[in-house]
Nanobody, 117 residues
Framework: QVQLVESGGGLVQPGGSLRLSCVAS????????MGWYRQAPGKPRELVAAIASDGTTNYVDSVKGRFTISRDNAKNTVYLQMNSLKPEDTSVYYCKANDILGKYSYWGQGAQVTVSS
């Protein structure tokens, strides 16, 4: 069982920045594919960004050039740097871990991000 704990959410004005962090338990973090998802009220959960164990990244089109996902295997942590935030980025952001075989997945508890003036 892997525990994921997110932090770094909050209220920010349009154009501002936030950095989300997700710390994972266990000692095989470096093998996991990590992802950040978000879900706004009344909408389905969507993948925002993902990073593989080899560092390969991918992003949903709406955040390309504004968000950056990264990982620090020594700290069992994945980050989501969010710049040039827009009101439509307002959501609960979730961290997800997938094991190397894709057999198991784990979710964090979620972090609220609100972009508003």
């Amino acid at each position: 069982q892997v525990q994921l704990v997110e932090s770094g959410g909050g209220l920010v004005q349009p154009g501002g920045s936030l950095r989300l962090s997700c710390v994972a338990s266990g000692n095989v973090f470096r093998t996991y594919r990590m992802g950040w998802y978000r879900q706004a009220p009344g909408k389905p959960r969507e993948l925002v960004a993902a990073i593989a164990s080899d560092g390969t990244t991918n992003y949903v089109d709406s955040v390309k050039g504004r968000f950056t996902i990264s990982r620090d295997n020594a700290k069992n942590t994945v980050y989501l740097q969010m710049n040039s935030l827009k009101p439509e980025d307002t959501s609960v952001y979730y961290c997800k871990a997938n094991d190397i075989l894709g057999k198991y997945s784990y979710w964090g508890q979620g972090a609220q991000v609100t972009v508003s003036s």
